[in-house]
Protein backbone atom coordinates (compact mmCIF):
# COMPACT_ATOMS: atom_id res chain seq x y z
CA UNK A 1 0.00 0.00 0.00
CA UNK A 2 2.89 2.43 -0.07
CA UNK A 3 2.14 3.64 -3.75
CA UNK A 4 -1.55 4.91 -2.37
CA UNK A 5 -1.67 8.24 -1.46
CA UNK A 6 -2.85 9.67 1.85
CA UNK A 7 -6.29 10.07 0.85
CA UNK A 8 -6.51 6.31 -0.50
CA UNK A 9 -4.96 5.08 2.52
CA UNK A 10 -7.56 7.01 5.20
CA UNK A 11 -10.70 6.16 2.88
CA UNK A 12 -9.41 2.17 3.18
CA UNK A 13 -8.77 3.02 6.77
CA UNK A 14 -12.06 4.89 7.88
CA UNK A 15 -14.62 2.29 5.69
CA UNK A 16 -12.79 -0.63 7.52
CA UNK A 17 -13.45 0.99 10.51
CA UNK A 18 -17.35 1.88 9.84
CA UNK A 19 -18.03 -1.34 8.75
CA UNK A 20 -17.00 -3.54 11.54
CA UNK A 21 -17.97 -0.59 13.89
CA UNK A 22 -21.62 -1.00 12.56
CA UNK A 23 -21.36 -5.09 13.15
CA UNK A 24 -20.19 -4.72 16.37
CA UNK A 25 -22.36 -1.90 17.63
CA UNK A 26 -25.83 -3.27 16.41
CA UNK A 27 -25.59 -5.86 19.14
CA UNK A 28 -24.80 -3.27 21.87
CA UNK A 29 -28.05 -1.53 20.44
CA UNK A 30 -30.48 -4.01 20.83
CA UNK A 31 -29.56 -4.50 24.53
CA UNK A 32 -29.73 -1.00 24.95
CA UNK A 33 -25.95 -0.63 26.27
CA UNK A 34 -24.99 2.05 23.86
CA UNK A 35 -23.30 4.24 26.25
CA UNK A 36 -20.70 0.95 26.72
CA UNK A 37 -18.93 1.91 23.63
CA UNK A 38 -18.70 5.49 24.88
CA UNK A 39 -17.26 3.92 28.29
CA UNK A 40 -14.89 1.94 26.86
CA UNK A 41 -13.53 4.86 24.26
CA UNK A 42 -13.12 7.06 27.14
CA UNK A 43 -11.83 4.69 29.77
CA UNK A 44 -8.93 3.68 27.19
CA UNK A 45 -7.22 6.93 27.70
CA UNK A 46 -5.68 5.90 30.82
CA UNK A 47 -4.12 2.67 29.07
CA UNK A 48 -3.03 5.04 26.64
CA UNK A 49 -0.97 7.21 29.09
CA UNK A 50 0.37 4.42 31.14
CA UNK A 51 1.54 2.35 27.97
CA UNK A 52 3.66 5.94 26.96
CA UNK A 53 5.02 5.96 30.53
CA UNK A 54 6.25 2.29 30.50
CA UNK A 55 7.53 2.36 26.95
CA UNK A 56 8.58 5.60 26.94
CA UNK A 57 7.85 6.13 23.63
CA UNK A 58 4.63 6.46 21.19
CA UNK A 59 5.09 2.23 19.80
CA UNK A 60 1.79 1.95 18.02
CA UNK A 61 0.97 -1.34 19.15
CA UNK A 62 2.33 -0.68 22.33
CA UNK A 63 -0.06 2.11 23.01
CA UNK A 64 -3.22 0.33 21.65
CA UNK A 65 -2.31 -2.90 23.76
CA UNK A 66 -2.55 -0.52 26.78
CA UNK A 67 -5.80 1.07 25.75
CA UNK A 68 -6.95 -2.44 25.56
CA UNK A 69 -5.86 -3.49 28.68
CA UNK A 70 -7.86 -0.37 30.12
CA UNK A 71 -10.79 -1.22 28.31
CA UNK A 72 -10.78 -4.38 29.89
CA UNK A 73 -10.08 -3.22 32.99
CA UNK A 74 -13.24 -1.12 32.62
CA UNK A 75 -15.50 -3.99 31.33
CA UNK A 76 -14.83 -6.04 34.72
CA UNK A 77 -15.08 -3.44 36.77
CA UNK A 78 -18.59 -2.30 35.05
CA UNK A 79 -19.37 -6.32 35.33
CA UNK A 80 -18.32 -6.16 38.93
CA UNK A 81 -20.14 -3.48 39.97
CA UNK A 82 -23.89 -4.14 38.35
CA UNK A 83 -23.44 -8.12 39.48
CA UNK A 84 -22.31 -7.59 42.96
CA UNK A 85 -24.29 -4.23 43.92
CA UNK A 86 -27.68 -2.88 43.44
CA UNK A 87 -26.30 0.00 41.16
CA UNK A 88 -28.03 0.13 38.26
CA UNK A 89 -26.13 -0.16 34.70
CA UNK A 90 -26.64 3.32 33.32
CA UNK A 91 -25.32 4.26 36.74
CA UNK A 92 -22.41 2.32 36.70
CA UNK A 93 -21.34 3.19 33.00
CA UNK A 94 -21.54 6.79 34.32
CA UNK A 95 -19.04 6.22 37.44
CA UNK A 96 -16.60 3.61 35.00
CA UNK A 97 -16.38 6.47 32.17
CA UNK A 98 -16.20 9.57 34.44
CA UNK A 99 -13.58 7.80 36.99
CA UNK A 100 -10.97 6.51 34.04
CA UNK A 101 -11.49 9.19 32.29
CA UNK A 102 -10.79 11.56 34.79
CA UNK A 103 -7.46 8.96 36.27
CA UNK A 104 -6.46 9.80 31.89
CA UNK A 105 -6.54 13.75 31.96
CA UNK A 106 -4.68 13.42 35.13
CA UNK A 107 -2.09 11.37 33.39
CA UNK A 108 -1.70 13.81 30.16
CA UNK A 109 -0.74 16.75 32.46
CA UNK A 110 1.96 14.01 34.38
CA UNK A 111 3.17 13.34 31.21
CA UNK A 112 3.36 16.82 29.56
CA UNK A 113 5.79 17.78 32.93
CA UNK A 114 8.14 14.73 31.69
CA UNK A 115 11.25 14.65 29.90
CA UNK A 116 9.67 15.07 25.98
CA UNK A 117 6.03 15.14 27.39
CA UNK A 118 5.03 17.23 25.79
CA UNK A 119 6.18 15.90 22.39
CA UNK A 120 4.45 12.59 23.42
CA UNK A 121 1.15 13.80 20.99
CA UNK A 122 -1.17 11.50 22.94
CA UNK A 123 -3.72 14.53 23.11
CA UNK A 124 -4.29 13.27 19.29
CA UNK A 125 -6.25 10.41 20.75
CA UNK A 126 -8.79 12.70 22.11
CA UNK A 127 -10.02 13.53 18.62
CA UNK A 128 -8.08 11.32 16.30
CA UNK A 129 -5.72 12.39 13.54
CA UNK A 130 -7.00 9.84 10.57
CA UNK A 131 -3.91 11.70 8.20
CA UNK A 132 -1.61 10.06 10.16
CA UNK A 133 -2.90 6.39 9.49
CA UNK A 134 -0.04 3.76 8.36
CA UNK A 135 -0.04 0.98 6.21
CA UNK A 136 0.33 -0.54 9.61
CA UNK A 137 -2.91 1.07 11.00
CA UNK A 138 -4.86 -0.87 7.75
CA UNK A 139 -3.28 -4.15 8.20
CA UNK A 140 -4.39 -4.02 11.99
CA UNK A 141 -7.69 -2.62 10.68
CA UNK A 142 -8.02 -5.43 8.28
CA UNK A 143 -7.42 -8.03 10.92
CA UNK A 144 -9.49 -6.62 13.41
CA UNK A 145 -12.23 -6.88 10.54
CA UNK A 146 -11.42 -10.43 9.84
CA UNK A 147 -11.55 -11.62 13.49
CA UNK A 148 -14.63 -9.75 14.72
CA UNK A 149 -16.70 -10.98 11.48
CA UNK A 150 -15.43 -14.65 12.76
CA UNK A 151 -16.81 -14.31 16.12
CA UNK A 152 -20.03 -12.84 15.23
CA UNK A 153 -20.87 -15.10 12.82
CA UNK A 154 -19.17 -18.19 14.76
CA UNK A 155 -22.08 -16.84 18.23
CA UNK A 156 -24.61 -15.39 16.01
CA UNK A 157 -27.23 -17.65 17.29
CA UNK A 158 -26.10 -17.20 20.61
CA UNK A 159 -25.78 -13.53 20.42
CA UNK A 160 -29.07 -13.12 19.04
CA UNK A 161 -31.17 -15.01 21.76
CA UNK A 162 -28.90 -13.11 23.93
CA UNK A 163 -29.15 -9.79 22.64
CA UNK A 164 -33.34 -10.21 22.36
CA UNK A 165 -33.87 -12.16 25.30
CA UNK A 166 -31.12 -12.74 27.88
CA UNK A 167 -33.51 -14.62 30.41
CA UNK A 168 -34.26 -17.49 27.94
CA UNK A 169 -30.45 -17.89 27.32
CA UNK A 170 -29.73 -18.25 30.68
CA UNK A 171 -32.43 -20.87 31.51
CA UNK A 172 -31.12 -22.97 28.63
CA UNK A 173 -27.85 -23.03 30.58
CA UNK A 174 -25.98 -21.06 28.09
CA UNK A 175 -22.87 -19.32 29.52
CA UNK A 176 -24.12 -15.95 29.56
CA UNK A 177 -21.34 -13.96 31.37
CA UNK A 178 -18.64 -15.62 28.66
CA UNK A 179 -21.12 -14.44 25.25
CA UNK A 180 -20.98 -10.61 27.50
CA UNK A 181 -17.64 -10.58 27.69
CA UNK A 182 -17.05 -12.16 24.16
CA UNK A 183 -19.36 -9.45 22.93
CA UNK A 184 -17.62 -6.49 25.22
CA UNK A 185 -14.20 -7.76 24.34
CA UNK A 186 -14.89 -7.85 20.62
CA UNK A 187 -16.50 -4.21 20.85
CA UNK A 188 -13.46 -3.37 23.11
CA UNK A 189 -11.05 -4.45 20.48
CA UNK A 190 -12.93 -2.34 17.63
CA UNK A 191 -13.11 0.91 20.15
CA UNK A 192 -8.98 0.39 20.39
CA UNK A 193 -8.27 0.37 16.84
CA UNK A 194 -10.13 3.27 15.90
CA UNK A 195 -9.00 5.27 18.63
CA UNK A 196 -6.20 7.20 16.23
CA UNK A 197 -8.58 7.66 13.59
CA UNK A 198 -11.61 9.41 14.90
CA UNK A 199 -10.42 9.83 18.78
CA UNK A 200 -11.74 9.03 21.93
CA UNK A 201 -14.72 11.66 22.06
CA UNK A 202 -16.07 9.97 18.26
CA UNK A 203 -15.68 6.52 18.44
CA UNK A 204 -18.69 6.24 20.88
CA UNK A 205 -20.69 7.54 17.71
CA UNK A 206 -19.13 5.25 14.63
CA UNK A 207 -20.29 2.25 17.19
CA UNK A 208 -23.68 3.47 18.21
CA UNK A 209 -24.78 5.58 14.39
CA UNK A 210 -24.55 2.64 12.03
CA UNK A 211 -26.67 0.29 14.24
CA UNK A 212 -29.30 3.02 15.27
CA UNK A 213 -29.48 3.69 11.92
CA UNK A 214 -30.28 0.45 10.51
CA UNK A 215 -32.65 -0.64 13.07
CA UNK A 216 -34.93 1.71 11.08
CA UNK A 217 -34.85 -0.10 7.94
CA UNK A 218 -35.57 -3.81 9.01
CA UNK A 219 -36.62 -5.77 12.07
CA UNK A 220 -34.42 -8.94 10.87
CA UNK A 221 -31.29 -9.33 13.15
CA UNK A 222 -29.18 -10.77 9.64
CA UNK A 223 -30.18 -7.66 7.59
CA UNK A 224 -29.53 -5.42 10.81
CA UNK A 225 -26.01 -6.44 10.76
CA UNK A 226 -25.37 -6.14 7.06
CA UNK A 227 -26.98 -2.83 6.63
CA UNK A 228 -24.69 -1.63 9.86
CA UNK A 229 -22.25 -2.54 8.02
CA UNK A 230 -22.98 -0.79 5.03
CA UNK A 231 -23.62 2.27 6.93
CA UNK A 232 -20.74 2.46 8.61
CA UNK A 233 -18.56 1.80 5.64
CA UNK A 234 -20.72 4.78 3.68
CA UNK A 235 -20.40 7.13 6.46
CA UNK A 236 -16.29 6.60 6.58
CA UNK A 237 -16.05 7.14 3.18
CA UNK A 238 -18.36 10.00 3.16
CA UNK A 239 -16.63 11.68 5.94
CA UNK A 240 -12.80 11.10 4.43
CA UNK A 241 -14.46 12.42 0.97
CA UNK A 242 -16.01 15.30 2.46
CA UNK A 243 -13.22 16.24 4.47
CA UNK A 244 -10.62 15.74 2.09
CA UNK A 245 -12.67 18.17 -0.44
CA UNK A 246 -12.80 15.37 -2.70
CA UNK A 247 -16.52 14.82 -2.91
CA UNK A 248 -17.25 18.50 -3.15
CA UNK A 249 -14.65 18.52 -6.69
CA UNK A 250 -16.41 15.31 -7.55
CA UNK A 251 -20.19 15.96 -7.23
CA UNK A 252 -18.96 20.50 -8.00
CA UNK A 253 -20.50 22.09 -4.90
CA UNK A 254 -20.29 20.97 -1.42
CA UNK A 255 -22.85 18.71 0.07
CA UNK A 256 -22.45 19.64 3.76
CA UNK A 257 -20.43 22.86 3.69
CA UNK A 258 -17.99 22.23 5.48
CA UNK A 259 -15.14 22.79 3.55
CA UNK A 260 -16.28 25.72 1.44
CA UNK A 261 -13.52 28.75 1.05
CA UNK A 262 -11.06 25.95 1.31
CA UNK A 263 -11.13 25.39 5.41
CA UNK A 264 -9.45 21.87 5.98
CA UNK A 265 -11.72 19.93 8.76
CA UNK A 266 -11.02 17.39 10.56
CA UNK A 267 -11.54 14.09 9.50
CA UNK A 268 -13.37 12.57 12.24
CA UNK A 269 -15.65 14.81 13.23
CA UNK A 270 -16.89 15.05 9.42
CA UNK A 271 -17.55 11.25 9.65
CA UNK A 272 -19.34 11.16 12.58
CA UNK A 273 -21.36 14.46 11.01
CA UNK A 274 -22.02 12.43 7.62
CA UNK A 275 -23.45 9.19 10.06
CA UNK A 276 -25.95 11.70 12.15
CA UNK A 277 -26.97 12.75 8.07
CA UNK A 278 -27.72 8.81 7.32
CA UNK A 279 -29.42 8.60 10.69
CA UNK A 280 -31.18 11.40 10.27
CA UNK A 281 -32.22 10.00 6.93
CA UNK A 282 -33.42 7.05 8.13
CA UNK A 283 -35.29 8.61 11.07
CA UNK A 284 -37.44 11.05 8.48
CA UNK A 285 -37.73 7.80 5.60
CA UNK A 286 -37.10 4.47 6.28
CA UNK A 287 -40.53 2.72 4.95
CA UNK A 288 -41.93 1.02 8.17
CA UNK A 289 -40.27 3.21 11.29
CA UNK A 290 -39.63 6.89 10.00
CA UNK A 291 -41.17 9.32 10.93
CA UNK A 292 -42.22 10.30 7.46
CA UNK A 293 -44.21 6.70 6.81
CA UNK A 294 -45.33 6.34 10.09
CA UNK A 295 -47.31 9.65 9.63
CA UNK A 296 -48.61 8.92 6.02
CA UNK A 297 -49.72 5.64 7.85
CA UNK A 298 -51.52 7.09 10.66
CA UNK A 299 -53.08 9.77 8.04
CA UNK A 300 -54.30 6.55 5.71
CA UNK A 301 -55.49 5.06 9.01
CA UNK A 302 -57.83 7.44 10.01
CA UNK A 303 -59.36 8.20 6.67
CA UNK A 304 -59.40 4.28 6.42
CA UNK A 305 -61.44 4.63 10.38
CA UNK A 306 -63.70 7.69 8.98
CA UNK A 307 -64.67 6.43 5.49
CA UNK A 308 -65.71 2.66 6.83
CA UNK A 309 -67.51 4.27 9.98
CA UNK A 310 -69.30 6.54 7.60
CA UNK A 311 -70.24 3.33 5.35
CA UNK A 312 -71.21 1.62 8.66
CA UNK A 313 -73.39 4.53 9.84
CA UNK A 314 -75.27 4.53 6.29
CA UNK A 315 -75.86 1.04 6.49
CA UNK A 316 -77.33 0.64 10.10
CA UNK A 317 -79.69 3.90 9.55
CA UNK A 318 -80.73 2.36 6.28
CA UNK A 319 -80.82 -1.25 7.55
CA UNK A 320 -84.79 -1.10 7.87
CA UNK A 321 -85.24 -1.25 4.50
CA UNK A 322 -81.81 -2.13 2.70
CA UNK A 323 -83.82 -3.26 -0.83
CA UNK A 324 -84.69 0.54 -0.89
CA UNK A 325 -81.55 1.53 0.45
CA UNK A 326 -83.57 4.83 1.59
CA UNK A 327 -82.47 8.75 1.61
CA UNK A 328 -80.44 9.51 4.72
CA UNK A 329 -80.28 12.89 6.37
CA UNK A 330 -77.13 14.61 7.00
CA UNK A 331 -78.17 15.54 10.34
CA UNK A 332 -78.97 11.77 11.34
CA UNK A 333 -75.65 10.76 10.36
CA UNK A 334 -74.14 13.78 12.85
CA UNK A 335 -75.97 13.22 15.05
CA UNK A 336 -74.90 9.16 15.20
CA UNK A 337 -71.14 10.52 14.76
CA UNK A 338 -71.23 13.69 16.11
CA UNK A 339 -69.15 15.02 13.06
CA UNK A 340 -69.07 18.32 12.62
CA UNK A 341 -70.81 19.85 9.59
CA UNK A 342 -67.60 20.20 6.97
CA UNK A 343 -65.73 16.99 8.23
CA UNK A 344 -69.51 15.43 7.31
CA UNK A 345 -69.43 17.29 4.01
CA UNK A 346 -65.96 16.13 3.45
CA UNK A 347 -66.41 12.41 4.21
CA UNK A 348 -69.79 12.52 1.51
CA UNK A 349 -67.88 14.18 -1.17
CA UNK A 350 -65.31 11.21 -0.82
CA UNK A 351 -67.91 8.46 -0.60
CA UNK A 352 -69.38 9.86 -3.51
CA UNK A 353 -66.31 10.84 -5.14
CA UNK A 354 -65.95 6.69 -5.06
CA UNK A 355 -68.96 5.94 -6.04
CA UNK A 356 -70.54 4.92 -2.70
CA UNK A 357 -73.34 7.18 -2.61
CA UNK A 358 -76.00 8.91 -4.06
CA UNK A 359 -75.81 12.91 -2.50
CA UNK A 360 -79.47 14.99 -3.10
CA UNK A 361 -79.22 18.09 -1.34
CA UNK A 362 -78.72 17.36 2.65
CA UNK A 363 -79.56 13.75 1.77
CA UNK A 364 -77.34 11.07 1.07
CA UNK A 365 -78.29 6.82 -0.01
CA UNK A 366 -76.02 4.15 -0.50
CA UNK A 367 -75.34 2.75 -4.32
CA UNK A 368 -75.25 -0.75 -4.70
CA UNK A 369 -71.75 -0.59 -4.24
CA UNK A 370 -71.78 1.41 -1.86
CA UNK A 371 -74.09 -0.94 -0.18
CA UNK A 372 -71.77 -4.13 -0.72
CA UNK A 373 -68.81 -2.49 1.20
CA UNK A 374 -70.98 -1.02 3.82
CA UNK A 375 -71.88 -4.73 4.37
CA UNK A 376 -68.73 -5.85 4.92
CA UNK A 377 -67.78 -3.34 7.26
CA UNK A 378 -70.61 -4.08 9.28
CA UNK A 379 -69.98 -7.55 9.16
CA UNK A 380 -66.54 -7.32 10.01
CA UNK A 381 -67.94 -4.90 13.51
CA UNK A 382 -70.58 -7.15 14.41
CA UNK A 383 -68.28 -10.64 14.37
CA UNK A 384 -65.47 -8.51 16.80
CA UNK A 385 -68.60 -7.75 18.83
CA UNK A 386 -69.75 -11.09 19.03
CA UNK A 387 -66.40 -12.69 19.90
CA UNK A 388 -66.26 -9.58 22.38
CA UNK A 389 -68.92 -10.92 23.98
CA UNK A 390 -68.61 -15.10 23.85
CA UNK A 391 -65.04 -14.98 24.40
CA UNK A 392 -63.67 -12.19 26.65
CA UNK A 393 -67.25 -12.55 28.65
CA UNK A 394 -67.87 -8.50 27.92
CA UNK A 395 -71.50 -7.12 28.30
CA UNK A 396 -73.31 -6.59 25.21
CA UNK A 397 -74.13 -2.89 25.82
CA UNK A 398 -70.28 -2.10 26.20
CA UNK A 399 -69.26 -4.15 23.17
CA UNK A 400 -69.75 -1.26 20.49
CA UNK A 401 -66.98 0.91 21.65
CA UNK A 402 -63.87 -1.97 21.73
CA UNK A 403 -65.28 -3.31 18.46
CA UNK A 404 -65.27 0.19 16.89
CA UNK A 405 -61.26 0.40 17.61
CA UNK A 406 -60.46 -2.68 16.13
CA UNK A 407 -62.81 -3.18 13.34
CA UNK A 408 -60.38 -1.29 10.84
CA UNK A 409 -57.26 -3.96 11.43
CA UNK A 410 -59.17 -6.91 10.90
CA UNK A 411 -58.02 -8.92 7.71
CA UNK A 412 -60.15 -11.64 5.53
CA UNK A 413 -58.47 -14.23 6.76
CA UNK A 414 -59.14 -12.98 10.58
CA UNK A 415 -62.43 -12.42 10.03
CA UNK A 416 -63.00 -16.13 8.59
CA UNK A 417 -61.33 -17.58 11.73
CA UNK A 418 -63.89 -15.18 13.65
CA UNK A 419 -66.63 -16.78 11.79
CA UNK A 420 -65.56 -20.08 12.24
CA UNK A 421 -65.17 -19.65 15.88
CA UNK A 422 -68.11 -18.38 16.35
CA UNK A 423 -69.91 -20.83 14.06
CA UNK A 424 -68.63 -23.78 16.29
CA UNK A 425 -69.40 -22.14 19.60
CA UNK A 426 -73.10 -21.92 18.36
CA UNK A 427 -72.74 -17.86 19.17
CA UNK A 428 -73.64 -17.62 15.32
CA UNK A 429 -76.19 -19.87 14.15
CA UNK A 430 -75.30 -19.81 10.27
CA UNK A 431 -71.28 -19.82 9.17
CA UNK A 432 -71.86 -17.33 5.54
CA UNK A 433 -70.96 -14.61 4.15
CA UNK A 434 -74.25 -12.96 5.39
CA UNK A 435 -74.13 -9.73 8.02
CA UNK A 436 -75.37 -10.72 11.44
CA UNK A 437 -77.93 -9.39 13.30
CA UNK A 438 -76.57 -6.79 15.92
CA UNK A 439 -75.79 -8.38 19.32
CA UNK A 440 -76.77 -5.29 21.25
CA UNK A 441 -80.11 -2.99 20.38
CA UNK A 442 -79.80 0.48 18.42
CA UNK A 443 -80.98 3.48 18.74
CA UNK A 444 -84.55 3.40 19.32
CA UNK A 445 -84.69 5.38 15.76
CA UNK A 446 -84.14 2.07 13.90
CA UNK A 447 -86.09 -0.87 13.16
CA UNK A 448 -85.10 -4.38 14.15
CA UNK A 449 -81.85 -4.92 11.73
CA UNK A 450 -82.82 -7.23 8.89
CA UNK A 451 -80.31 -9.68 7.31
CA UNK A 452 -78.62 -8.87 4.39
CA UNK A 453 -79.86 -9.39 0.89
Not at 125 to 141: E, K, R, V
Not at 237 to 258: C, H, I, K, R, V
Not at 294 to 313: C, G, I, P, Q
Not at 403 to 413: F, G, K, Q, R
Request: aromatic share 6%.
Amino acid sequence: MTGLSITAKVLIGTSLLGCVAGMAGSFVVLRRRALVGDMLAHAALPGLCIAYLVIGDRHRLGLLLGAFLAGLLAMGVLTLVTRTTRTKEDAAIGIVLSTFYAAGIVLLSVIAHVPQGNKAGLSTYLFGQASSMLDADIAILSVVSLVALVVLMALYKELKVFSFDPEFARSQGWPTLMLDMTMMGTLTVVTIVGLPIVGVVLMAALIIIPGAAARFWTERLGVMLVLSAVIGAATGSLGTLESSGQLAQWLGFDPLGLVTGGIAMPTGPVIVLCGAAIFLFSVLFAPRRGVISRAVSEVNLRRKTARENLLRTLYELSEHNLEQRPPIALEAIRARRAWSPWAARWLLAAASRRGDVERKQNQVRLTPKGLRRAAEVTRAHRLWEMFLIEGANIASDHVDRDADSIEHLLTPDTLDALEKRLADSGALPEEDRQVPVSPHALEESESTPSRDP
